[in-house]
Nanobody, 126 residues
Framework: HVQLVESGGGSAQAGGSLRLSCAIS????????MGWFRQAPGKEREGAAA???????RYADSVAGRFTISQDKAKNTLYLQMNNLTPDDTAMYYC?????????????????????WGQGTQVTVS
């Protein structure tokens, strides 16, 4: 049974930082593309960042230079360090897992393609 469990969301002031975590269980930690997606009220879910099993990363233009995706394979955990937050970053944040090929193309941005999802964690920036 595959489980992805996010944590670390909350409230922050503009210019502040938050670190999200995603604990993964029930699936091997090899040959994958892991993504952080976010969905603001009334908007579509969008890809924010992705990382593959080799550590290669992808970022949306809106978060590049402010967010850092990373992973700890020993802990089967994915992270998203978010710095210099703005109110536009307010959203529900989800982690997701898909095949490694997704990170090699623009597929990493497409939430509909990812089969495994966490329940989400809310980030509110004021």
């Amino acid at each position: 049974h595959v489980q992805l469990v996010e944590s670390g969301g909350g409230s922050a002031q503009a210019g502040g930082s938050l670190r999200l975590s995603c604990a993964i269980s029930g699936i091997g930690y090899d040959g994958y593309c892991m993504g952080w997606f976010r969905q603001a009220p009334g908007k579509e879910r969008e890809g924010a960042a992705a990382i593959d099993s080799d550590g290669s990363t992808r970022y949306a233009d809106s978060v590049a230079g402010r967010f850092t995706i990373s992973q700890d394979k020993a802990k089967n955990t994915l992270y998203l360090q978010m710095n210099n937050l703005t109110p536009d970053d307010t959203a529900m944040y989800y982690c997701a897992r898909g095949p490694s090929a997704y990170c090699e193309s623009e597929h990493w941005r497409k939430s509909a393609l990812f089969p495994y999802w966490g329940q989400g964690t809310q980030v509110t920036v004021s």
